[in-house]
């Protein structure tokens, strides 16, 4: 067994396609023949099946791979976000960076930017979102994998959401392949010492999966996150999100993400992270080494599961040399 695989979840098993390595270059043979994703998925489907209990386990040969990326080159993956879309992580954000003689903070007023203008009459521009840069497609990690903190980090936290995965056609339209459940993960110690801060504390490895929905239902959409410290779970909340819960349309944040010619570059890959709802760190919680994170939202497929990784090692100066 070698190489890469797209499967099509049904149940308990994972039902193999034929000849096709990743949805990103079956996604290109969509846009060239006019098909949607789901009918050129239901062309490839294969005989063989696979179970999809031990895969998802780690008991298998078989490793999951992030529910979405660039197959060839992750440059050209750019993954970004959009915060302060829910109400309970702008009130956390207000919180954090709070100044008692500025009552409302920055966060806040943006979150209230986007109640007043984030839901635009179709075919309308709405006013545009806090917005945030993670990395290339090298910070993508799959269900089962660590989530990293580096030697140089404060701390690391999740961010239970929903990403949005993106495909930019030959002709510049962007195409929305689907959406899939995320674990944004940020180094809130760090934010929390100066919201300039932000910037770097969303500089970290973050994850997507385990499967990539079609056209789900977001609207109203409940899920919870837990954290394990061994068999013991020492935080846990529901969270909600979809468009219901957000101060922006979905419309809106896709617009403002894309308004920007260098994001649509031809077969350039996006992943968008949405928003949190609730975050661990705002109700005082620090996780250690070895902590796992776990997220789950109905209609988006199994739990995502991620451990903590820190890097302990002392920080190294990185010099430039001159050439």
Same mark, same amino acid.
């Given at each position: 067994?070698?190489?890469?695989?797209?499967?099509?979840?049904?149940?308990?098993?994972?039902?193999?396609?034929?000849?096709?390595?990743?949805?990103?270059?079956?996604?290109?043979?969509?846009?060239?023949?006019?098909?949607?994703?789901?009918?050129?998925?239901?062309?490839?489907?294969?005989?063989?099946?696979?179970?999809?209990?031990?895969?998802?386990?780690?008991?298998?040969?078989?490793?999951?791979?992030?529910?979405?990326?660039?197959?060839?080159?992750?440059?050209?993956?750019?993954?970004?976000?959009?915060?302060?879309?829910?109400?309970?992580?702008?009130?956390?954000?207000?919180?954090?960076?709070?100044?008692?003689?500025?009552?409302?903070?920055?966060?806040?007023?943006?979150?209230?930017?986007?109640?007043?203008?984030?839901?635009?009459?179709?075919?309308?521009?709405?006013?545009?979102?806090?917005?945030?840069?993670?990395?290339?497609?090298?910070?993508?990690?799959?269900?089962?994998?660590?989530?990293?903190?580096?030697?140089?980090?404060?701390?690391?936290?999740?961010?239970?959401?929903?990403?949005?995965?993106?495909?930019?056609?030959?002709?510049?339209?962007?195409?929305?392949?689907? #959406?899939? /459940? *995320?674990? %944004? !993960?940020? +180094?809130?110690?760090?934010?929390? &010492?100066?919201?300039?801060?932000?910037?770097?504390?969303?500089?970290?490895?973050?994850?997507?999966?385990?499967? #990539?929905? /079609? *056209?789900? %239902? !977001?609207? +109203?959409?409940?899920?919870?996150? &837990?954290?394990?410290?061994?068999?013991?779970?020492?935080?846990?909340?529901?969270?909600?999100?979809?468009?219901?819960?957000?101060?922006?349309?979905?419309?809106?944040?896709?617009?403002?993400?894309?308004?920007?010619?260098?994001?649509?570059?031809?077969?350039?890959?996006?992943?968008?992270?949405?928003?949190?709802?609730?975050?661990?760190?705002?109700?005082?919680?620090?996780?250690?080494?070895?902590?796992?994170?776990?997220?789950?939202?109905?209609?988006?497929?199994?739990?995502?599961?991620?451990?903590?990784?820190?890097?302990?090692?002392?920080?190294?100066?990185?010099?430039?040399?001159?050439?």
């Amino acid at each position: 067994m070698q190489g890469r695989k797209v499967a099509i979840v049904q149940g308990e098993r994972l039902r193999l396609l034929d000849g096709v390595d990743s949805i990103y270059r079956l996604a290109l043979v969509a846009i060239e023949k006019a098909q949607s994703l789901a009918e050129a998925l239901a062309t490839k489907e294969s005989k063989d099946l696979l179970d999809y209990d031990p895969i998802y386990g780690g008991r298998s040969e078989w490793v999951l791979l992030p529910a979405f990326d660039h197959p060839d080159e992750p440059a050209r993956c750019l993954v970004t976000g959009t915060g302060l879309t829910h109400k309970a992580s702008a009130e956390k954000r207000q919180a954090m960076h709070n100044d008692k003689a500025r009552p409302m903070t920055d966060s806040m007023r943006m979150y209230q930017e986007g109640l007043a203008g984030g839901r635009p009459a179709p075919g309308q521009i709405g006013v545009q979102p806090e917005w945030f840069y993670k990395g290339n497609g090298a910070i993508l990690r799959a269900h089962g994998e660590p989530l990293e903190v580096p030697c140089f980090g404060m701390d690391g936290g999740e961010e239970a959401e929903v990403a949005g995965a993106y495909i930019i056609g030959v002709d510049g339209t962007p195409r929305r392949i689907g #959406l899939m /459940l *995320g674990n %944004e !993960f940020s +180094d809130h110690k760090m934010e929390s &010492r100066n919201y300039l801060c932000l910037a770097h504390s969303k500089l970290r490895t973050c994850a997507l999966g385990p499967e #990539l929905v /079609l *056209g789900p %239902e !977001f609207v +109203d959409v409940r899920g919870q996150v &837990r954290l394990l410290r061994g068999t013991k779970i020492i935080w846990s909340e529901s969270f909600s999100t979809g468009e219901q819960n957000m101060s922006h349309t979905l419309a809106n944040l896709e617009h403002h993400h894309f308004k920007y010619r260098e994001h649509r570059r031809p077969g350039d890959v996006h992943i968008h992270f949405f928003g949190a709802d609730v975050f661990s760190f705002g109700s005082g919680v620090g996780l250690l080494d070895g902590d796992v994170m776990e997220l789950e939202l109905t209609g988006f497929g199994r739990a995502l599961r991620n451990p903590l990784r820190a890097d302990t090692t002392a920080p190294q100066r990185i010099a430039v040399r001159p050439l």
